[in-house]
């Protein structure tokens, strides 16, 4: 299984890791530019966990709900069923 995206990982030790590679391999640390460009992408990894995580959730109550509304409609096509049934006895 290969490794997900940095961008979507929240791991910090990963974050640290993948940032001394890049100092490593030549890439200043004091340099603004990289700095923003950086944290933005850690800011923004958050961001779309978290965007990620709700859009599931509401997924997930959707289907929920879906399925509620099947079992009442189910419920009171039978309770109809069955009133109708008693009156004509």
């Not at 530019?33 to 992408?41: E, H, K, Q, S």
Request: charged share 40%; proline share 2%.
């Amino acid at each position: 299984m290969s490794e997900k995206p940095l961008t979507e990982d929240m791991n910090a030790e990963r974050w640290v890791k993948k940032f001394i590679d890049r100092i490593d391999k030549g890439c200043d640390p004091r340099d603004f530019g990289v700095m923003i460009g950086w944290f933005a992408n850690a800011i923004m990894c958050g961001h779309d966990n978290a965007r990620w995580e709700a859009e599931k959730e509401i997924q997930e109550l959707k289907e929920k709900l879906i399925k509620a509304r099947s079992l009442q409609k189910k419920k009171e096509f039978n309770s109809r069923f069955y009133v109708h049934d008693v009156h004509d006895f």
